[in-house]
């Protein structure tokens, strides 16, 4: 099972504490171009996983060269910490078929707040549609207990 997740916090407590025993995963790829020129970010990444969890950093570039062979069995946590770079994943390989928006910080000037802690642009939504178009399922949903919201149904009446 690949879950794949945007959240712009990557790694942190919501994903160690809820999303890692929901999905049983065994492995967590964060696809991030700043973390995977970082050493040191992706050292401080690694020491917060426990170690049964194995953490593998990419650039969003090469990520899609190391897609999953189909014997592994692992169940598996993608993240991205915003919309632009799981397209860019999407379109150079790596195809999904179900996204999970769960966090898109809210703090600047012109984007929707389509979810408690979703805040799009518009450009983020065309890029989201992009994806939608091509038959990915889009959810909302911060926590695993959380309902999720359909991301075609929330932009129902929604214009700019």
Excluded at 66 to 77: G, K, L
Excluded at 115 to 142: N, T
Aim: aromatic share 10%.
């Amino acid at each position: 099972m690949i879950f794949v997740r945007i959240d712009n916090r990557l790694v942190h407590g919501q994903i160690l504490e809820a999303w890692i025993p929901f999905i049983k995963a065994s492995r967590i790829l964060v696809v991030n171009d700043v973390v995977a020129r970082d050493v040191f970010r992706e050292t401080v990444i690694k020491m917060s996983v426990p170690r049964d969890i194995e953490v593998i950093v990419y650039s969003v570039k090469e990520f899609p060269g190391h897609i999953f062979e189909e014997n592994d069995s692992r169940n598996t946590i993608v993240l991205f910490d915003n919309v632009k770079d799981s397209l860019r994943a999407y379109k150079s390989g790596f195809q999904f078929d179900r996204l999970n928006i769960g966090n898109v910080y809210c703090g600047e000037e012109g984007k929707f707040c389509c979810a408690a802690s979703v805040s799009l642009s518009k450009e983020d939504i065309v890029d989201i549609m992009q994806l939608v178009d091509a038959g990915v399922e889009v959810e909302l949903r911060c926590m695993p207990k959380d309902k999720p919201l359909d991301f075609t149904e929330v932009m129902k009446g929604i214009t700019f």
